[in-house]
């Protein structure tokens, strides 16, 4: 579709106020996913089909609307994962003692709008000029042009929502089977552990990332828990409770001492591998990441040169504003850090460093969506590298014994995840508008409100989600903590750099699998392998707990199984592209509804803790035991029903999402061997 010569009405008052909404909706729901599974997703697709839906009940819409929408709506949606990355880890230290919305609306929405600012520039030069691909953008471009689409992609979303939700509450609120399925058991000195989350959330994002990438998530996790946690187990003495506990002196169970050791020992081999590969990405992408600069700030000097006859389509936000955003946005950050540091000599440097990462990290998370889409883009590994070179200079500053320096390097740490999260978002969003023939200062303009938007509701979400389930990582965490993964690593790095009692052993084995990973990825890349090995896929899934990673893996086979029948069947090309994005979009609703009712729930949780009541309501294991007791059946064990229940359940919903993702069969005749 040309649209070049076109103008077309693109920010109208329907497609701002959908915007926001959808803006506001997908950032909460990213917020509840990124805290739960340590992933984000883009929402770019999802937004799009539901902004055609919506906007079609207008009798006069158009795509550069429904483009603009889902500008604004992916911005909040990315927001979200700049957030949780790191402001979880002030609660997890001590430092919050909750989430104040002043202060976190102010660190993400002018971290968030640095962001745009920073990749204004780049434009040119990693959109028009290079020939990076935007795998998401040339995506979001297809379903916004294939607009007929709209209908039944909505449907597609809104069933695998209500489907999803109605899981979670089955699991969290009624207690029909658990969210964990899991065991462990003492194998001579060792230990031997097997866990799985019966999440759709979690089966869907492995089949949106693909089969390659869950692979690697599941062999980090395996390498921890198949290998490391059985090691250090066989090195020391099993634990016991201690004095004062009811079972004082009694073993623990061998669940708990798998936890422990991740916790405390093997979890810091992710640690380390994450430090590597955030320090590799940047050296890898050195040579493009200034040549592309530099032709940007070049571009963008000769079209603001006073050349009237620019297209409409090649005209960005004036570089008189981006330089007034920018520092009306570095002035309220600098007024963040001398409130918390309380120490101009210290403020300022961290307004410098600030600055110059957010700078750097947004062009490289705008380089890297280009290769490989904003959901992979490693966000996490950067914001590490910036955390760690943070606090470094802060001990420098501030000295080891400083109160507030793990905690002022988490909130500059903070301010750049917010920042290259959305620069990765904005490129995506600004390839798919040159593709439909958007002009970019709108989206630009776009970019801006969804951002401020998702700002403004993230503090009651967070606020929201610790009341109801808290965080692992902080003292008196319960069962049901989100695992906030990234907050409890970004915690770590902050605390063993002020302290100096960072398991240093741990950290140094996991940059030596990291180096081995990287030098494993260039060999693949060197013979053309289709199958990589990124650095830092690994490394979150060593991080991460099994529990999360098999869900994951499994939902990366049912990707790759979708595009063997295609292979075996020689399904024509234009079915295999719809089915996909059906596919897409089933597994993007899968992932909104658990993660909306998993907000949702967290206000009756929070009510009912005032009343010493705790969901789920009933515990079917136990349920089933009390009724056969009650005819007399006496059970010397109890019986797996939830488990078995909900695994079975999850098998059904990960053939539906196959069923959907493969399509219709229509040409058996071209069964190939």
Not at 339 to 367: C, E, H, N, Q, R
Request: with cysteine; hydrophobic share 50%; net charge positive.
């Amino acid at each position: 579709m040309d649209l070049q010569g076109k103008s077309l009405p693109e920010i109208t008052i329907k497609a701002v106020i959908l915007g926001i909404v959808l803006s506001i909706v997908l950032a909460g729901a990213n917020a509840y996913l990124g805290l739960f599974a340590g992933m984000t997703v883009s929402a770019s697709i999802p937004a799009a089909v539901v902004s055609m839906g919506v906007l079609r009940l207008f009798r006069k819409s158009n795509i550069l609307e429904n483009n603009i929408v889902q500008t604004a709506a992916s911005a909040g949606e990315s927001l979200a994962a700049g957030v949780i990355f790191t402001l979880p880890a002030l609660v997890i230290m001590g430092f919050w003692k909750d989430f104040n919305f002043f202060w976190v609306t102010i660190i993400a929405g002018f971290g968030g709008l640095l962001g745009v600012l920073f990749t204004i520039p780049l434009r040119r030069a990693l959109i028009v000029e290079s020939k990076l691909q935007f795998p998401e953008g040339i995506a979001t471009a297809e379903v916004l042009e294939t607009g007929q689409q709209g209908g039944s992609g909505i449907i597609y979303i809104a069933t695998a929502a209500v489907a999803s939700a109605l899981f979670k509450v089955g699991a969290k609120g009624i207690g029909l089977w658990p969210e964990i399925v899991e065991g462990a058991r003492g194998v001579k000195s060792s230990i031997a552990y097997f866990g799985s989350n019966l999440s759709p959330a979690l089966l869907s994002v492995g089949y949106i990332v693909g089969l390659n990438i869950a692979i690697l998530i599941f062999l980090g996790g395996a390498l921890n828990w198949y290998v490391a946690i059985p090691i250090c187990a066989s090195m020391s003495d099993w634990p016991t409770h201690p004095a004062g506990h009811e079972l004082a002196g009694q073993a623990i169970s061998a669940t708990e001492y798998a936890f422990r050791l991740w916790s405390t020992q093997t979890r810091y081999l992710g640690v380390g591998g994450m430090l590597l590969g955030g320090l590799w990405t940047i050296f890898a992408m050195r040579r493009s990441l200034v040549s592309g600069i530099a032709s940007g700030l070049r571009a963008y000097k000769r079209v603001n040169g006073g050349d009237r006859t620019i297209k409409r389509t090649e005209k960005d936000m004036p570089m008189k504003w981006i330089l007034v955003l920018i520092v009306a946005s570095v002035v309220p950050l600098f007024l963040v850090y001398q409130f918390f540091v309380k120490d101009v000599t210290v403020s300022l440097p961290m307004a410098v460093v600030m600055l110059v990462a957010g700078f750097i990290f947004s062009a490289v998370a705008g380089y890297m969506a280009g290769l490989v889409g904003s959901s992979n883009n490693p966000i996490s590994g950067v914001t590490i590298a910036t955390v760690t070179v943070s606090a470094l200079l802060l001990v420098i500053l501030m000295g080891r014994d400083s109160v507030n320096g793990p905690a002022a390097a988490i909130i500059i740490g903070s301010v750049v995840c917010c920042a290259a999260a959305i620069a990765g978002d904005n490129m995506q969003d600004l390839k798919a508008g040159q593709i439909v023939g958007a002009t970019p200062w709108r989206q630009q303009v776009m970019q801006i409100v969804g951002t401020i938007s998702g700002a403004l509701v993230i503090a009651p979400v967070l606020m929201l989600l610790y009341k109801a389930y808290g965080f692992r990582g902080q003292p008196g965490a319960g069962p049901d903590a989100l695992s906030a993964v990234q907050a409890n690593l970004m915690a770590s790095v902050a605390r063993g750099v002020f302290k100096g009692d960072l398991p240093w052993t741990y950290v140094f084995i996991g940059m030596g699998i990291a180096a081995a990973v990287i030098v494993l990825d260039q060999y693949l890349k060197s013979i053309g392998s289709t199958f990589r090995t990124p650095v830092l896929a690994v490394t979150i899934g060593i991080y991460l707990p099994l529990e999360l990673a098999v869900p994951i893996f499994a939902g990366g086979l049912i990707h790759y199984a979708t595009k063997r029948f295609h292979t075996r069947w020689n399904t024509p090309a234009d079915q295999v592209e719809a089915s996909g994005r059906n596919g897409l979009l089933f597994a993007s609703g899968l992932i909104t509804g658990e993660a909306l009712m998993g907000i949702l729930l967290a206000i009756p949780i929070i009510l009912l803790k005032q009343f010493d009541i705790d969901l789920p309501f009933l515990n079917i294991n136990n349920l089933i035991v009390k009724l056969l007791a009650l005819v007399k059946i006496e059970l010397s064990f109890t019986p797996p029903v939830g488990q078995i229940g909900g695994t079975i359940l999850l098998l059904f919903v990960a053939y539906w999402l196959y069923r959907i993702a493969r399509g219709n069969r229509r040409n058996p005749s071209n069964k190939t061997a």
